[in-house]
């Protein structure tokens, strides 16, 4: 069974819709995805509706969680998408993402870097607006030959243009995903810092549920230390490719859909941990 359970669509910083990034699964010849879009499940259905369970869709998401060292992001899986108090917290996300995204090219436009604002609500489809989003504004105005350069330059934590919001805990966020009925797993760990000291003494006894162990930013050591953690902890292990842009994939190397293979029966995996979880509940 070939599964890829890391992919945004056009509901977040994705650049394909949810009906398109579905065919293309299909080409592919994935059996399995999950949709993990940034603070919203807007594009689930419309992927349910287009794959006709050919690729199975799981539902899921992507949180962004801020610790003292950095971003930790959260993905969550198999929550009730419908759950009225978990769509409103996440409405509120998208919201402080939004005015976060305008100060930003108001920052950019001080350093004599302009962007449209329009066109970046056009890139985000006037939805979950993304630091990618404002990303690929700089580099249709010039102002950055890629993606990559424009965050290691202006757009990344402490960088001249960036503008933080107000974030979850990562203990929040595994609360948030909970209170869903769905599954918390640590994304990239690869990306995180002091990863593993915050895994232990933190999230295990938050309650996470998983790790994603195979990403395109895992390196070889953090995959081997990952598996070790995850079994000594009965975590979940996952993994896909972080999936964005066909042009990211020609332009700046990163990774095709379905070119990262998780752990295998980590689908089984996930859906016997909520299962467990919603009879708790």
């Known amino acids: 069974m070939r599964v890829d359970l890391h992919l945004h669509t056009t509901a977040s910083d994705g650049q394909l819709s949810p009906p398109a990034l579905v065919q293309l699964a299909r080409e592919q010849g994935l059996d399995v995805i999950a949709i993990t879009d940034h603070d919203t499940t807007n594009g689930i259905e419309a992927a349910q509706q287009a794959a006709h369970g050919s690729p199975v869709i799981i539902p899921g998401i992507e949180l962004s969680a801020e610790d003292a060292g950095g971003d930790v992001h959260m993905l969550g899986y198999l929550m009730d998408i419908h759950d009225p108090a978990f769509q409103a917290r996440l409405a509120r996300f998208r919201d402080d993402r939004l005015l976060r995204g305008r100060r930003i090219v108001e920052r950019l436009a001080e350093l004599d870097l302009p962007v449209d604002w329009e066109r970046v609500a056009d890139m985000s489809r006037h939805g979950a607006v993304g630091r990618a989003h404002i990303a690929r504004a700089l580099v249709e105005a010039g102002h950055v030959t890629t993606i990559k350069e424009a965050f290691d330059r202006y757009l990344h934590i402490g960088g001249p243009a960036y503008v933080g919001r107000r974030r979850l805990s990562p203990e929040e966020a595994v609360e948030l995903i909970h209170s869903a009925g769905g599954v918390a797993v640590l994304a990239h760990p690869g990306l995180v810092a002091d990863w593993e000291t915050l895994l232990v003494s933190r999230l295990i006894p938050a309650g996470?549920?998983?790790?994603?162990?195979?990403?395109?930013?895992?390196?070889?050591?953090?995959?081997?230390?990952?598996?070790?953690?995850?079994?000594?902890?009965?975590?979940?292990?996952?993994?896909?490719?972080?999936?964005?842009?066909?042009?990211?994939?020609?332009?700046?190397?990163?990774?095709?859909?379905?070119?990262?293979?998780?752990p295998e029966g980590c689908v089984e995996a996930l859906r016997a941990r909520a299962a467990a979880r919603q009879q708790m509940s």
Do not use: C, K, Y
């Open 208 to 262: 996470l549920d998983g790790i994603e162990v195979v990403h395109p930013d895992n390196p070889a050591p953090v995959q081997q230390r990952a598996r070790e953690l995850a079994q000594q902890h009965g975590l979940v292990m996952t993994g896909g490719t972080d999936f964005h842009d066909l042009a990211w994939v020609e332009r700046e190397g990163r990774s095709m859909i379905g070119s990262v293979t998780p």
